[in-house]
């Protein structure tokens, strides 16, 4: 190992990380395998210090290494990252999913039997006029300006993937909520950014923790303003009024506002753009109450931005089918179907407000926020929970693969999908989770 550890060469903190992964790739270094730490590395090269550490980090990143402590810093091996959905290969009963209800969902026969429309060739602009039209009213209700432009993407976290790209550099910082979106950990690790946290409590995004990624000179801000995933909170008037307070100073930082929920939440909507803040991004997707394999997101911008976005969006590769946007717009327009919408919603706020409360009753919070799931705190460790709920024939997802900071000590928190129970499940899973955390 320290011959091969010899082999890394490099003199800035990009050629360091090059030669870490071209030794990797190669196979001569292994998953587990230690690195030299920080100063040795740094005196063997003759490079300062901070090289090294931005060497390092730039590995971590992008998933090559991870920091271990006094174990040091290793080659990582290939190991699965945390996704939402289904757990595969399992006999339990998963209320960890995040999923919507399927019964809830819209059938799209009705709307197909009428659908056509001449073929769509290449060079022809990418997104649909109709779809275009409902979409600007859709999202002008929501923004501060009427100065904005929409754009198709395949989903909301290609979107945001998207809109890192064409603003960002490969280390460039990005403030995103603790605990967060699994997608979000994913895009920003594997675009190579540096994700600074920022605390989430029952009101949304902390006031301090954004002064202190700001401060840190983070470029993006990622921030969900209902329906925040893990947790259900939503920003309050007040604590969205504090936040403009705080990003009025920081105009060109690009602001991502992902409103996910959208049509299924009863709560307004408070955004954090302003009629003056020149980076902006408002992402709502179909997918909660259309359904997942509806990969359709709307996109309302800054002109420039969206320039950008276009740059990306080649109408002879990469566009959004206009098939699906002509569907997702009959859908979207249908009387019956807005109405089907509207009933999700009240459906997910009841079932979930309804179990909430049996488990206060039972000396267990669960954040009553909004969104798919319940935000439960435990009294102990949540993989200790997690391993009592299983030999109950309970899957449950833990808050630990959505924290950002803290990661070594154990999450107290569980995520739990519980609106597509039955009654008698319902009662079930409670009698469950109360016996696995006495």
């Known amino acids: 190992m320290g011959d091969t550890n010899e082999q890394i060469t490099g003199a800035t903190a990009a050629e360091i990380a090059a030669s870490v992964r071209g030794l990797r790739d190669r196979g001569l270094l292994r998953a587990g395998d230690v690195l030299p730490p920080v100063r040795e590395l740094a005196e063997r090269l003759g490079v300062n210090r901070n090289t090294a550490v931005a060497a390092y980090r730039q590995l971590v990143q992008a998933g090559l290494v991870q920091t271990r402590g006094r174990a040091g810093t290793v080659i990582a091996g290939h190991a699965p990252a945390a996704q939402d959905g289904y757990a595969a290969d399992t006999v339990l009963r998963d209320v960890g999913t995040g999923n919507p209800d399927p019964a809830l969902i819209p059938d799209p026969s009705p709307v197909l039997a009428g659908f056509g429309g001449r073929p769509v060739l290449y060079g022809e602009p990418v997104i649909d006029p109709g779809l275009e039209a409902w979409a600007r009213e859709w999202m002008s209700s929501a923004l501060p300006t009427a100065d904005f432009r929409i754009t ?92 403009r307070a705080v990003l009025a100073d920081y105009p060109y930082v690009l602001l991502i506002e992902d409103d996910h929920f959208s049509m299924l939440s009863p709560h307004p909507y408070e955004s954090l753009i302003t009629a003056d803040h020149r980076r902006f991004a408002l992402i709502r997707s179909v997918s909660k109450f259309l359904g997942p394999d509806m990969c359709l997101a709307v996109a309302a911008t800054d002109p420039e931005t969206a320039a950008r976005l276009a740059e990306r969006l080649s109408p002879g590769t990469t566009w959004v089918s206009h098939l699906l946007q002509r569907l997702v717009l009959g859908l979207v327009t249908d009387d019956a179907v807005q109405a089907q919408i509207a009933a999700a919603g009240r459906h997910y706020a009841q079932r979930n407000g309804a179990f909430a409360d049996r488990l206060r009753e039972h000396g267990l919070h669960a954040t009553q926020g909004d969104g798919m799931n319940l935000w439960v705190e435990l009294p102990d460790a949540a993989t200790v929970v997690s391993e009592r709920m299983m030999r109950r024939g309970w899957l449950v997802r833990t808050g630990d693969a959505f924290r950002l900071t803290d990661r070594a000590t154990p999450s107290r928190h569980l995520r739990l999908t519980v609106h597509d129970l039955s009654d008698d499940e319902g009662d079930a899973l409670l009698a469950d989770l109360v016996a696995a955390t006495r």
């Open 152 to 243: 198709i993407t395949s989903g909301a976290v290609d979107a945001v993937e998207r809109l890192l790209a064409q603003a960002l550099a490969r280390d460039d910082a990005v403030a995103l909520e603790d605990p967060c979106f699994l997608a979000s950990i994913h895009t920003v690790r594997l675009g190579g950014y540096r994700a600074i946290p920022v605390p989430v409590d029952e009101e949304g995004m902390t006031v301090a923790g954004l002064r202190a990624a700001l401060d840190a000179g983070v470029r993006a801000v990622i921030c969900t303003p209902r329906a925040q995933n893990p947790t259900g909170a939503r920003l309050t008037p007040e604590r969205a009024a504090q936040l």
